[in-house]
């Protein structure tokens, strides 16, 4: 069992191509739910729908809507309580995809693709800021449905775009990680001579 094992790890490309994938499979896994909170915001459309949402256990299951939760139950905003709520809310699946795509990312691609994926996150990170702020700003809750909604269509365009290129990403490296498996390796044992020297 071990043997059979091996081959799928026995050379430095196989080990290399294998940690791409784990880290670009985590990254899927943590993008589609912010994809799914986008689908749903975008739905809410009153008062009912909006507290209907909280319910269910999809806000639950995001970095962002667990910080803006508690972020709106908040007494009193200083900058050590966002940053104690920032620090609460990391779960311990995000902070291990987080350093993998940190550790992986950069080696797996140019800096063109790396410079227009990380502007749009930090844009769209921008917007859902400023939607926050505004919607908890809001004179009355249809207006605060507007920004949740807009929340909503960010974390749809920022989950369709990362979403294609996790995908099309993990599709080059699963036809890297075939190529490096056609590599057979084989195990020499060092024979004792029984001559001195």
Not at 60 to 81: H, W, Y
Request: glycine fraction near 6%; proline fraction near 3%.
């Amino acid at each position: 069992m071990i043997e059979w094992l091996d081959q799928f790890v026995d050379t430095r490309a196989k080990r290399r191509h294998l940690l791409y994938l784990i880290a670009l499979s985590a990254c899927i896994l943590l993008v589609l739910p912010y994809l799914f909170l986008g689908l749903r915001l975008l739905q809410l459309s009153d008062y009912p729908s909006v507290f209907a949402l909280l319910k269910e256990p999809l806000i639950s299951q995001t970095f962002v809507s667990r910080i803006i939760l508690d972020t709106i139950s908040l007494a009193s905003f200083s900058f050590t309580k966002v940053i104690t709520v920032l620090l609460k809310e990391l779960r311990p699946f995000e902070v291990v995809t987080a350093l993998l795509f940190l550790l992986v990312f950069p080696a797996v691609e140019k800096k063109r693709s790396t410079t227009v994926v990380l502007s749009a996150a930090l844009l769209a990170a921008g917007g859902i800021f400023f939607c926050t702020w505004q919607g908890l700003s809001s004179t009355s809750l249809a207006q605060a449905v507007v920004y949740i909604r807009c929340i909503g269509g960010i974390l749809c365009v920022l989950g369709g775009l990362l979403l294609c290129f996790l995908f099309y990403y993990t599709r080059r490296q699963l036809k890297s990680y075939y190529l490096a498996l056609q590599i057979r390796v084989e195990e020499l044992e060092e024979q004792e001579t029984g001559g001195s020297l």
